[in-house]
């Protein structure tokens, strides 16, 4: 009687590590296929705006470093979990692939678009949400989409509800955009571009703080304003090759 239920207890023990191990595995299978959907769909956005260099990684960063810093001062608690960060993280390089279908007439206009110009631009947040979404519909159980969906559409959108495609305003713009705005602004102040000169850091930091409150949730600009070194050394590490994205301070 003994040696069965000795041997039944190393079965058992034997038979959950396994389980285990294919868990594990299959868990491994399932993230690396996320982050080649992720790394997949935002080729087709960098190569389709080149000028933009490493604008989609710096802002990839700039997303994380603030969502956890919200998450160290206690805001968001419920949504800010160490999942929701890391989604988050590989959802942003999405953020702007809604532009391949924005003619490159308007796309590389190298002078200020104009008002007709500017209103096509501005489709590439709902190009963005379908073709996340429509990618999303064929995969089954949590989609790891969601977030990616979130912010493609809603990053134009301002916190005083003047911004785009829906005018939302507040709470009502997801938390994965909030975040995604005060990065994409950033970066596009301290990036050259077709139709602007990089400015300095300290120019888009002044921009950004005069915009609290309109254009940005206050406590999400305030976590980015209290990392500033922090996101300094982002912009510096995945700098434009030919360029300081920092400029001249």
């Known amino acids: 009687m ?21 868990a594990f ?4 299978k399932l993230a690396n296929a996320r982050q080649v959907t992720m790394e997949s769909m935002a080729a087709v956005a960098e190569t389709r705006d080149p000028e933009t ?9 700039y997303v994380k470093v603030i969502a956890e ?6 805001h968001y608690p419920d949504t800010l979990t160490q999942e929701y960060i890391d989604l988050l ?15 490159d007439k308007i796309l590389l206009k190298p002078d200020k678009l104009t ?23 064929k995969i089954e159980g949590d989609n790891f989409l969601a977030i990616a969906g979130e912010i493609a559409e809603f990053h134009h959108e301002k916190w005083d509800g003047t911004g785009y495609p829906s005018g939302l305003a507040g709470q009502d713009i997801p938390l994965s955009s909030r975040i995604m705005t005060v990065a994409d602004v950033y970066d596009a102040l301290i990036s050259r571009r077709c139709y602007k000169p990089p400015f ?30 922090e996101i300094q050394e982002i912009a510096l590490r995945y700098q434009d090759e030919d360029e300081l994205v920092l400029g001249d301070r």
Not at 10 to 19: K, N, T
Not at 89 to 103: C, E, N, R, T, Y
């Open 2 to 22: 003994l040696v069965t239920v000795v041997l039944f207890a190393l079965f058992s023990a034997a038979r959950f590590a396994i389980e285990k191990r294919q």
């Open 25 to 28: 595995i299959w868990f491994k």
């Open 53 to 61: 260099g490493a604008h989609i990684k710096r802002t990839q960063y």
């Open 69 to 74: 810093k919200l998450k160290e001062t206690e």
């Open 89 to 103: 993280f590989v959802s942003a390089p999405l953020h702007d692939i809604g532009k391949v279908g924005v003619p």
């Open 115 to 137: 008002a007709a110009e500017f209103e096509i631009m501005k489709k590439h947040a709902e190009y963005g949400k379908n073709i996340i979404f429509s990618t999303a519909k």
């Open 200 to 229: 300095p850091h300290d120019y888009a930091m002044d921009f950004m703080k005069k915009s609290r409150g309109t254009m940005f949730d206050p406590a999400i600009l305030d976590a980015f304003i209290s990392i500033e070194e």
